[in-house]
């Protein structure tokens, strides 16, 4: 891929993360995950048709929220995780293609660099040992230290209903003065990637993570992920949508659990 077309698709898309990470209005709890610390194991379905501000009392593990333009966000500690949804319009002549944007955010016990090591995209990435929706992560093209064009491949999933897929990236790497690192990625193709027999291409739309410090607190971070993706052929909407918060209250429970063996 032409490395300054690479350059520019990717800064594009770092501003429109960035933009996602500032916006905290109008979401809506749509899945609550319950991590280890906890004593619990697994995740749970919220039913949430009120306000944001109507949380589940006394609960501070992975959560999933839900947006919509009419609901205003909350400001929450959470202590364990969160993970969310928001349903946006699709921009005209934007990199916003509409449809549902997914909203992590967790405090892993971790430094931000360790947190970091277990997630950044990189050759023999970390992720393949430890997140369950990564089967496959390698390197297409190299073109500077903080900018390539990778290959994501992920299992079967929801029972096998989801058939194996694969995701051909551009992905930018920043850091900001206040110590944070981020990962920032949209869908390219690449004449050295084509599909591949056995996988069913799907497309991320601009997505990307924030390794934060916590003020005060050295050995902890906070992770803020946005996801936006399609996964391509016939697949009920139903699954789509009960898959990706389960998927992503998961990822921070596994996370954690890396951090902690690497």
């Not at 905290?24 to 899945?31: D, L, N, P, Q, T």
């Not at 994501?152 to 029972?159: I, Y």
């Not at 803020?224 to 992503?248: K, N």
């Amino acid at each position: 891929m032409d490395p300054a077309l690479a350059a520019q698709i990717s800064e594009a898309v770092a501003e429109k993360v960035l933009q996602y990470r500032r916006d905290k209005s109008g979401w809506k709890i749509c899945r609550e995950g319950v991590s280890e610390e906890l004593g619990g194991k697994g995740s749970r379905g919220l039913c949430c048709l009120g306000p944001a501000s109507l949380k589940p009392p006394g609960s501070s593990s992975p959560r999933c929220f839900l947006h919509s333009n009419l609901r205003s966000w909350v400001e929450e500690a959470i202590p364990l995780g969160v993970v969310s949804l928001k349903s946006i319009g699709r921009g005209v002549h934007t990199m916003t293609p509409g449809g549902n944007l997914y909203r992590g955010e967790g405090v892993v016990n971790g430094t931000p660099e360790k947190v970091w090591d277990c997630i950044k995209p990189v050759a023999g990435s970390l992720r393949e040992q430890w997140d369950e929706n990564v089967s496959r992560f390698e390197i297409i093209q190299s073109i500077t230290d903080t900018l390539c064009i990778t290959r994501t491949a992920t299992p079967s999933a929801a029972m096998k209903l989801i058939s194996p897929r694969d995701f051909v990236d551009v992905a930018l790497v920043k850091k900001y003065e206040d110590g944070t690192i981020s990962s920032n990625a949209t869908n390219v193709e690449h004449p050295l990637c084509p599909p591949k027999p056995g996988y069913v291409r799907g497309f991320n739309h601009p997505c990307g993570c924030f390794c934060e410090p916590v003020p005060g607190e050295p050995n902890k971070t906070n992770l803020v992920t946005f996801f936006q993706t399609d996964l391509s052929g016939y697949l009920p909407q139903s699954v789509v949508d009960s898959f990706f918060p389960r998927s992503m209250a998961g990822f921070y429970s596994n996370l954690q659990k890396a951090v902690r063996k690497f």
